[in-house]
């Protein structure tokens, strides 16, 4: 198994942010099957094969995922895929 953890800073206001991390939850379902569900300000996100979670803090956002085995061959292209959707959305 491999592990994710990517630490980026913001400058949204709390509700913008939230709404940008919901979109990119929503786009994940949609495109890959994702379940996901808020608790508190951390956006939980699983299905076959990875497990993570999107923290939600004033002026920075963490994301931690463990891959399975069949996707921690795949972690440069999935972390360099998460890196740059943080950078559109929240830079």
Not at 40 to 58: A, K, Y
């Amino acid at each position: 198994m491999s592990r994710i953890d990517i630490r980026h800073a913001h400058s949204l206001a709390p509700a913008k942010a939230r709404a940008a991390v919901q979109e990119v939850a929503e786009k994940l379902a949609e495109r890959f099957g994702v379940d996901y569900a808020w608790h508190g300000d951390t956006l939980q996100f699983n299905r076959s094969g990875v497990d993570g979670q999107i923290e939600l803090g004033p002026k920075q956002l963490q994301v931690t995922a463990q891959l399975g085995f069949l996707l921690s061959a795949l972690k440069g292209p999935i972390e360099a895929e998460i890196r740059r959707v943080l950078d559109e959305r929240f830079s």
